[in-house]
């Protein structure tokens, strides 16, 4: 049965994909040279959809309230950003391969999978060690962190010390500016920023159209209140 609700969504799926792409709203990356896995091109009236998304959303979370300011920060940053957020050591996922057909898993998935169906028994947790490949049914490597952040260089030398990573999220571009726009703006306490923007994640898997992409669009708030602290008084986002 669960292979049957499965097949009847993949077709769904397709349909959808198929009337998106005839209609003009969303295009495969790449397409006319084979396609590019997790990227997608927004054609006209897609591009015209997304925009007037962006639009209300600044209009409602930025140009409305008097707490709220916008910003617009770069897509590379300096990699002590990344380091001091913690995404350089523990922003990443477990992967697990497997040894006969060479596909490669998210270790979560492929156990919140397990858990679902009707044999599992919730007293007897899953053990990844028992878990076999959907595909075929081969046996799986151990799980090994794999770090969802895109690496590059910047300048013409590639080498460890110019290393930079595509951002992973929106956010860190506010927090790293926050002294910034306090001191520019006269902003106080609570105040929010408002950013839209690019981001990239290196997805293990990536099976789930546009809701699972290596370079998407985030529309991100990043609020600061007073957290107080023992005896200390703190900003805190």
């Not at 077709?11 to 006319?32: A, C, D, N, T, W």
């Not at 609570?190 to 950013?195: A, L, N, R, V």
């Not at 159209?209 to 900003?235: A, H, S």
Request: charged share 30%; with cysteine.
């Amino acid at each position: 049965m669960a292979e049957n609700i499965k097949k009847n969504d993949n077709l769904r799926m397709e349909k959808l994909v198929s009337l998106l792409k005839r209609r003009g709203f969303i295009f495969q990356s790449s397409e006319i040279y084979g396609g590019l896995s997790a990227a997608y091109d927004y054609g006209p009236l897609g591009v015209e959809l997304k925009n007037n998304i962006k639009k209300a959303w600044w209009k409602m979370f930025v140009n409305d309230r008097t707490d709220m300011v916008g910003m617009d920060a770069a897509i590379i940053m300096h990699p002590k950003v990344w380091e001091a957020s913690g995404h350089i050591s523990n922003f990443s996922d477990p992967l697990v391969d497997c040894r006969k057909c060479k596909k490669r898993y998210r270790a979560e998935h492929l156990l919140s999978t397990d858990s679902l169906s009707p044999e599992y028994d919730k007293t007897k947790p899953v053990d990844l060690k028992d878990v076999k490949c959907p595909e075929c049914g081969g046996d799986l490597t151990e799980a090994r962190n794999f770090n969802l952040m895109f690496k590059t260089h910047m300048g013409p030398v590639e080498d460890e010390g110019s290393e930079v990573y595509l951002r992973p999220e929106t956010a860190g571009g506010m927090f790293v500016n926050f002294k910034n726009v306090v001191d520019s703006m006269r902003m106080r306490i609570p105040f929010g920023m408002g950013q839209i923007g690019k981001a990239f994640r290196n997805e293990i898997t990536t099976e789930n159209f546009i809701f699972r992409m290596r370079e998407f669009e985030q529309l991100e708030v990043e609020y600061f209140v007073i957290q107080k602290i023992g005896k200390n008084t703190l900003p805190n986002g």
